[in-house]
């Protein structure tokens, strides 16, 4: 059984529970000047001012993938997601084996945090697994805000799983970090880097934890078309199934004609919305990681190479290698620029 949770709308962004004042104390730990990072950002005066911020960075994910690279610090997802603490609720895990079906109603209201992306759980394979796939088009890197989805859910998988709990593997959408002691420490267990979609695999003899996983769909009544289309579609790559038109219509329980005159409704058609799910998640995937073409093809959804490059030149005005070597070129030298000050804080990070 797959299912899926998303977050409120992308204004709501900001309820998150990464704030800026979050975001602040763990910068200050990591000995970085707040001010110093708000007036890189053009922010007023040398207070942290929320409206200023959020005039140039709408999406709180992109602010936070700013503040990584500002500090020069690739593990900043996970000390935010160290630092956060877990809601009121998390105190119900430890008894949710007596009453599953609140715990399976409490667990999907604690993973609904994110309006800038997805969280999927599969618990009816051999190897249950949870996932977190970005749906904001608008994000060319996810790899610090999928490090602090994938450590939330570690941190209330163990709540729910009790002390001992671990997971078997996770894999991690970005690049090996220059120090990976922070992700061994964090997650305790197998790491692979370079992956497709941010994952979290279980012990499929972990019964308790594969009866509360099987949580009902998070979907609200009046979910815009639109979204869950492109939640379907996103839900296809992570599995590598088929993103046809037939095949989401058949998931969203409509006919494929059904679902193209609502879309057309919307002014908007089904290929559009897969072009962006597509067009995001390759550039996060070409910024974030080393992935070889051929299987980021495959995980689009592409038969090979050349039909992934003749989209990505429709999407992007340039091909998918040229794409990835301005926005690495650009990146080595923001990591050239702070790695000297902020490596031996960042290596030492408990």
């Not at 001992?164 to 964090?186: G, H």
């Not at 494929?256 to 597509?278: K, N």
């Not at 070889?292 to 005005?317: C, H, K, M, N, P």
Request: charged letters at 20%; aromatic letters at 8%; hydrophobic letters at 40%.
């Amino acid at each position: 059984m797959t299912t899926c949770t998303t977050g409120a709308s992308r204004g709501e962004d900001w309820s998150s529970p990464i704030s800026l004042e979050g975001l602040a104390t763990v910068l200050g730990q990591l000995r970085i000047a707040v001010p110093s990072f708000v007036g890189s950002l053009h922010a007023d005066g040398g207070a942290i001012n929320l409206r200023a911020v959020q005039e140039r960075y709408v999406s709180l994910p992109t602010l936070v993938s700013a503040a990584a690279a500002f500090a020069g610090c690739d593990h900043l997802g996970l000390l935010l997601a160290q630092a956060w603490s877990l809601p009121t609720r998390a105190d119900r895990f430890t008894t949710w084996a007596a009453d599953l079906a609140a715990s399976r109603n409490d667990f999907r209201e604690q993973v609904n945090l994110s309006s800038h992306g997805a969280m999927f759980s599969s618990a009816g394979s051999t190897t249950p697994k949870a996932g977190y796939v970005a749906m904001d088009q608008g994000m060319e890197s996810a790899a610090v805000i999928a490090d602090w989805e994938l450590v939330l859910m570690a941190r209330l998988l163990k709540a729910l799983g009790g002390p001992n709990w671990r997971p078997e593997l996770v894999e991690l959408p970005r690049r090996p970090p220059r120090d990976c002691r922070p992700y061994r420490r964090a997650f305790d267990c197998a790491l692979s880097f370079n992956a497709a979609f941010a994952t979290i695999h279980f012990d499929a003899g972990f019964g308790e934890w594969r009866s509360a996983c099987a949580v009902a769909s998070a979907r609200r009544e009046g979910t815009l078309l639109t979204r869950r289309v492109g939640e379907e579609l996103a839900l296809c790559l992570f599995h590598g199934e088929d993103g046809s038109a037939e095949r989401v219509a058949q998931k969203l329980g409509m006919c494929s004609r059904t679902m193209q005159r609502q879309l057309e409704l919307s002014q908007v058609s089904f290929r559009t919305i897969a072009d962006g799910v597509r067009f995001g998640t390759a550039k996060r995937l070409l910024q974030d990681t080393d992935m070889e073409l051929t299987q980021l093809a495959l995980t689009l959804g592409y038969a090979d190479i050349s039909v992934l490059t003749r989209a990505f030149t429709r999407w992007a005005g340039v091909s998918p290698s040229s794409w990835r070597a301005g926005r690495r070129s650009a990146h080595d030298r923001a990591s050239e620029t702070q790695l000297d000050a902020s490596m031996p804080q960042c290596a030492g990070a408990r």
